[in-house]
């Protein structure tokens, strides 16, 4: 089983940057892929980025492309999401996750923090 425990959110300026981690439990963090997702109020949750257990691999959303920047250090049992040039529209409670498989689809995803809200401001 995997913990997962995200941090670093809060409230920025568009344009401004937050780098937000996300902490996990378990010998067995490297065996996943780990993936980010957000949920705006109202809207479904939705794929941000994700990246493979030993890091070569990642993908990204199309909104995010660009401007975000998914990282993990297995020694720490921790991924990052930088996230630059950020937009009034990537508000939204942010959650970490983990699968067996490095997919964009949500469903794949087992294991998943408590979220953590990014506001930026207009």
């Known amino acids: 089983q995997v913990q997962l425990v995200e941090s670093g959110g809060g409230l920025v300026q568009a344009g401004g940057s937050l780098r937000l981690s996300c902490a996990a439990s378990g010998r067995t963090f490297s065996t996943y892929a780990l993936g980010w997702f957000r949920q705006a109020p109202g809207k479904e949750r939705e794929f941000v980025a994700t990246?493979?257990?030993?890091?070569?691999?990642?993908y990204y959303a199309d909104s995010v492309k660009g401007r975000f920047t998914i990282s993990r250090d297995n020694a720490k049992n921790t991924v990052y999401l930088q996230m630059n040039s950020l937009k009034p529209e990537d508000t939204a409670v942010y959650y970490c996750a983990a699968s067996a498989f490095t997919t964009r689809g949500t469903a794949a995803y087992r294991y998943w923090g408590q979220g953590t809200q990014v506001t930026v401001s207009s």
């Open positions: 990246i493979s257990g030993n890091g070569s691999t990642t």
